[in-house]
Nanobody
């Protein structure tokens, strides 16, 4: 299973970016999909997650500004980020829980991070 994240970059305060994470490989079923981030000197934290049923959960710091969505046909998860703040600066990682066949327990996979820098 491979994850390819894209969409990071440099943006000014108040700007927007959309991150994408395309998942490929031998996949029987998707479980959760999500985005995490790690700022310099800080631990990785959950930003937003979405279940296979479409239920979403957000960190308090991004509620109302970020929206997670998934396109099951494209095996892709998105993170639309708006009203960005300098404190949103971090490396963003996508994470998926996948079952590769009916007899194998779910496993979590991580993509390589994509850097988001918000200038003040």
């Amino acid at each position: 299973v491979q994850l390819q994240a894209s969409g990071g970059g440099l943006v000014q305060t108040g700007g927007s970016l959309r991150l994408s994470c395309a998942v490929s490989g031998n996949i029987f079923r998707f479980n959760h999909m999500g985005w995490y981030r790690q700022a310099p000197g800080k631990q990785r934290e959950s930003v937003a997650t979405i279940t296979s049923g479409g239920d979403t959960n957000y960190a308090d710091s991004v509620k109302g500004r970020f929206t997670i969505s998934r396109d099951n046909a494209k095996n892709t998860v998105y993170l639309q980020m708006s009203s960005l703040k300098p404190e949103d600066t971090a490396v963003y990682y996508c994470n998926v829980g996948v079952t590769v066949d009916p007899l194998t327990p779910r496993m979590d996979y991580w993509g390589k991070g994509t850097l988001v820098t918000v200038s003040s």
